[in-house]
Structure formats: C-alpha cells, structure tokens
C-alpha cells in the first residue's frame, strides 16, 4: 500500500466514522464535536485531491465558524424546559427505501466507470494562486461588491441585535 492509499483511508474512516457518530449520537454535544471531527476528515480528502483552496476554505468556514457557531447554539440553548421531543420511527421505511435507491444508484455508477488508475500523481500547482489572480483581476469587481454586501448584512445584524424589545435602539 502506498502512503496516499494510507492517508485517503484514514482521512475516510475519520469522515464517514465521525459522521457516523453525529447521526446515531443522542449528545447533542457530542455530535456537534463529532461534525468537527467530520470536516476535518473531508478536508484531509480535499488536501489528497490537490485542492488545497477547498481544503483551507473547508477548515476556516466550517470548522472555524460554522461549528463554532452551532456549538455556541447548543450550549446557550440547553436550558430550555417544557419541550416535547417526539421520537417515533415513522418515516423510517421511506428513508431506508430512499437510502436503497441511491446506494444503488451510486454502486451501479461506480461498477460501470473507466476509472483513470495511475501509480504515480502528476505534479500539479496548487490553485490558490490561479483564484487569487482571477478574484485581483477578471472578477475584482464581483469580489468586491460581495464583501460590501457581507459588511453591510455584518452591520444590519449587529444594529438588530442592539435593539431592544420594544423596537428602540439603546
């Protein structure tokens, strides 16, 4: 086995097993730690596939905001009573049936594709360079029109968030 046969497995064990965790656990803490665990086993897949950008964007969105945001959801809302958690098993059938037919789907794509093997990985240059030009030159525009719109939806939150219940701002 060669070192990247090595870590695609781990990086997979680490993304499916943790995913694993995140659907069966009844923790809700637990899952939330186990999704992290999940990201940063799909980024590890990335990093494999020479797609570094996606890599670093996977890290710093989801495991650096996402989670930390859902984390922050989950420990602030754990002290709320009086809610009625119905547990039934009553779309389980349709599930499955449903989870059948893509498994399905997706063994019968992957028995009949020509897949491209090869022992040795082409050396390729990484492609943040190439979306770093691209975003400074073609698409300076859109780029920069999209973190005015990020910054004025930042400072829209932020002014709802410092108005009080009565509509006026403090």
Do not use: C, K
């Amino acid at each position: 086995m060669q070192y990247f046969d090595v870590l695609f497995y781990f990086f997979a064990a680490l993304a499916v097993g943790s995913a694993l965790i995140v659907v069966f656990s009844r923790n809700v803490v637990y899952a939330a730690f186990s999704m992290m665990f999940t990201f940063l086993g799909v980024a590890g897949l990335y990093v494999l596939l020479m797609a570094d950008f996606l890599a670093i964007a996977q890290i710093m969105v989801y495991v650096g905001g996402i989670l930390v945001l859902i984390i922050f959801g989950v420990m602030l809302t754990n002290r709320i009573t009086n809610v009625e958690i119905i547990e039934s098993n009553f779309h389980s059938i349709p599930a499955t049936i449903v989870v059948g037919v893509f498994l399905g789907t997706i063994a019968l794509l992957m028995s009949r594709t020509d897949w491209l093997i090869s022992g040795i990985l082409p050396e390729t240059p990484g492609t943040i360079l190439d979306i770093g030009e691209y975003l400074m030159t073609s698409f300076l525009l859109p780029f920069e029109v999209a973190g005015i719109v990020l910054l004025v939806a930042i400072m829209g939150a932020a002014m709802i968030a410092r108005q009080e219940g009565g509509g006026e701002q403090t």
